[in-house]
């Protein structure tokens, strides 16, 4: 079987699938995203000769650029071409608003937010979730971008600076905790591995900025958020992030659906790049 892994270069992760298909008698090539073409008729396209797709990255572009990477993806699906994540997956989860939306009105908890595009609003938002808040950039991961404010007077400048900057705001209550979550990873609907993410000396619990994982055990309750947040999304591979709160409740807080596995493999000791193209064979 021939993959071919859409990428922005050869990173740890495209390495390990590399060799993780090469030991069960595959190939795997990284494609790069900035540089696939389509054609229509019988005109020639990025993907002539592959078998299935495994997108692990959606790198930074216009407007047009982002929506014709969608678009030949869709193409892709449509010729029942396994494609994973299915790109429906992929805009649900990379959209921060979109995702907890449909999270939301599945039932499942997700933190009170706001978002808007203009300052005033945002500050109404501030006072709205108890001036305790997490401003996250809609797209983004791995904890970059994001801010806590507590403060009016900072609150206010960082939403101005936004809006100047054309940036949707996406203001969301902080839930205290404890200073860890659960990512928990999700394979065709069914819990495969979890790890307790441990913060160091920061808020943020992501592993990108400092924090520790360790080997975790999902309870009934927590492996049930977790299909039915990933089922939800469409997400056939998805990384879904849960928090406890201060009662003890569980949060829906992300549905990842490109989830790195560097520290999860490691500390749960599962072959995740392994099982990833054994999915993809499958599905063939």
Not at 24 to 44: K, N, Q, T, Y
Not at 91 to 98: G, I, Q, T
Not at 175 to 190: A, K, N, P, S, Y
Request: glycine fraction near 8%; include cysteine; aromatic fraction near 6%.
């Amino acid at each position: 079987m021939r993959l071919a892994i859409l990428s922005a270069g050869s990173g740890w992760h495209i390495q390990d699938l590399q060799r993780a298909a090469a030991e069960l008698g595959h190939v795997a090539e990284a494609v790069d995203f900035r540089r696939i073409s389509s054609g229509i008729g019988p005109a020639a396209d990025s993907f002539r000769g592959y078998d299935g797709v495994l997108v692990r990255t959606m790198p930074p572009g216009s407007l047009e650029q982002v929506v014709f990477r969608m678009d030949v993806l869709h193409r892709l699906q449509a010729r029942r071409m396994r494609v994973i994540n299915p790109p429906a997956a992929l805009e649900a989860c990379v959209d921060k608003y979109l995702a907890s939306a449909k999270l939301e009105a599945a039932g499942l908890p997700v933190p009170p937010t706001v978002v808007c595009q203009d300052a005033e609003s945002a500050m109404d938002a501030f006072v709205a979730l108890g001036q305790d808040v997490v401003v996250k950039p809609i797209f983004g991961s791995e904890g970059r971008g994001m801010v806590r404010l507590s403060d009016p007077e900072l609150a206010w400048r960082s939403f101005r600076t936004l809006e100047r900057l054309g940036s949707v705001l996406y203001v969301q209550q902080y839930i205290r905790h404890e200073g860890w979550d659960l990512r928990v990873l999700v394979m065709e609907e069914r819990v495969r591995a979890a790890m307790r993410r441990n913060a160091r000396g920061d808020w943020r619990t992501n592993v990108a900025q400092g924090a520790q994982g360790e080997k975790a055990v999902p309870g009934p309750k927590e492996e049930r958020l977790a299909l039915k947040a990933a089922t939800t999304l469409g997400a056939v591979v998805a990384g879904v992030d849960l928090l406890l709160g201060p009662q003890r409740e569980w949060y829906v807080l992300e549905v990842n659906a490109v989830p790195g596995w560097r520290t999860l493999a490691p500390v749960t000791g599962i072959d995740v790049a392994k099982e990833v193209i054994e999915l993809m064979v499958r599905g063939q």
